[in-house]
């Protein structure tokens, strides 16, 4: 089963506004990753966090994890008509393994 | 897409047939995988390889087969056995020798078609 599942599926925003989407996980991780996908395209790396850190900032991102919820935010300021992709969390839970979710596809209206 | 290619990038595939997929990083990685991806989801594991001359199944490793002679290269072959085997295919890498705290660098992809 599905580790990360992202929240909403999808959303819809024009552009300039902020998009936030939120992960949840089922067991204890080691880190939370983020993940971009253009369409048709391989995945993208953005952002690690790991158990022990609370917040992170990359650019216009924004990464928060709580680990006594199971739950992780990506953030993203400002949003641009390049910003419309889908985006994926990835839990590690230790060892080998890293976990995909279904993803939540962003579209950025211009 | 970084260092990591795949080829090609469509492939359509009679059933019956085996086809087989490439794979190839100039990262220096040692961890490969394979993911499969069907529409409107995430990444299912099939296959991947820790380090040269050995590989793992992954969760969805069944009509499936890889090899792993060369560090830079981690084919993966489709057999007549998968029974659906239409999705789109992604092979990335990693620097560590596959724990889950590694980054995973993405090709771009191979989109396999039956008729």
């Known amino acids: 089963s599905q580790q990360g599942e992202e929240d909403p599926q999808a959303l819809s925003i024009q552009e300039g506004e902020n998009a936030t989407m939120n992960c949840s996980y089922k067991?204890?991780?080691?880190?939370l990753q983020w993940y971009r996908q253009n369409s048709g395209r391989g995945l993208v790396h953005l952002i690690l966090?790991?158990?022990?850190?609370r917040e992170k900032h990359s650019g216009r991102l924004r990464v928060t994890l709580d680990t006594s919820k199971k739950s992780s935010s990506l953030l993203i300021t400002a949003s641009r008509a390049a910003d419309t992709a889908s985006y994926f969390c990835?839990?590690?839970?230790?060892?080998?393994?890293?976990?995909f979710g279904a993803g939540t596809r962003l579209f950025v209206k211009a | 897409d970084g260092g990591i290619t795949q080829s090609p990038k469509y492939l359509f595939r009679k059933e019956g047939q085996n086809v087989t997929l490439s794979c190839e990083q100039n990262?220096?990685?040692?961890?490969m995988y394979w993911y499969r991806q069907d529409p409107g989801q995430g990444l299912r594991l099939i296959y991947y390889?820790?380090?040269?001359?050995?590989?793992q199944k992954g969760d969805i490793a069944e009509g499936y087969s890889v090899s792993r002679e060369k560090k830079e290269s981690f084919p993966l072959t489709v057999t007549s056995a998968q029974k659906n085997p239409t999705a789109f295919y992604l092979c990335?890498?990693?620097?560590?020798?596959?724990?889950?705290?590694?980054?995973?660098?993405f090709g771009p992809g191979t989109r396999l078609t039956v008729l």
């Open positions: 990262l220096n990685h040692d961890a």
């Open positions: 067991t204890s991780i080691n880190n």
């Open positions: 990835a839990t590690g839970e230790g060892g080998f393994k890293t976990i």
């Open positions: 390889s820790q380090i040269v001359n050995d590989f």
């Open positions: 990335a890498s990693s620097p560590g020798r596959g724990v889950s705290t590694d980054t995973q660098y």
């Open positions: 966090i790991r158990s022990n850190e």
